[in-house]
């Protein structure tokens, strides 16, 4: 059971590293687009759709990089990890 665990535990990891570089490169593109040419703000609000009294401010890319994070780590990592798990048990050819 540990060993599960700890190949749960280092697929998580690599699905993590993988919505940080998708972010990563999204905030580069921010940073040197919008912020570089045309020295936009670094204050972002993101609205509710249907409700757009309902607002974060992030303050910054710093900030803005952890918001996105976490809401893409929070709204994907349990498929990113069926579909990486199942990859992977078919590689060691276990199904």
């Known amino acids: 059971m540990k060993d599960t665990n700890a190949i749960?535990?280092?697929i998580r990891?690599?699905?993590v590293k993988e919505v940080n570089t998708i972010v990563d490169s999204f905030l580069n593109e921010i940073e040197t687009k919008l912020r570089g040419e045309y020295n936009?703000?670094?204050?972002?609000?993101?609205k509710h759709a249907?409700?757009?009294k309902q607002?974060?401010?992030v303050m910054g890319m710093e900030q803005l990089k952890t918001v996105l994070?976490?809401?893409l780590i929070e709204g994907h990592i349990e498929s990113m990890l069926s579909i990486k798990s199942r990859e992977l048990i078919k590689k060691l050819?276990?199904?």
Not at 40 to 46: D, E, G, I
């Open 69 to 71: 994070n976490g809401m």
């Open 55 to 57: 607002t974060i401010t």
């Open 40 to 46: 936009a703000t670094s204050f972002y609000y993101l």
């Open 8 to 10: 749960d535990k280092a």
């Open 13 to 15: 990891q690599k699905c």
């Open 50 to 52: 249907s409700n757009p």
């Open 93 to 95: 050819e276990l199904v």
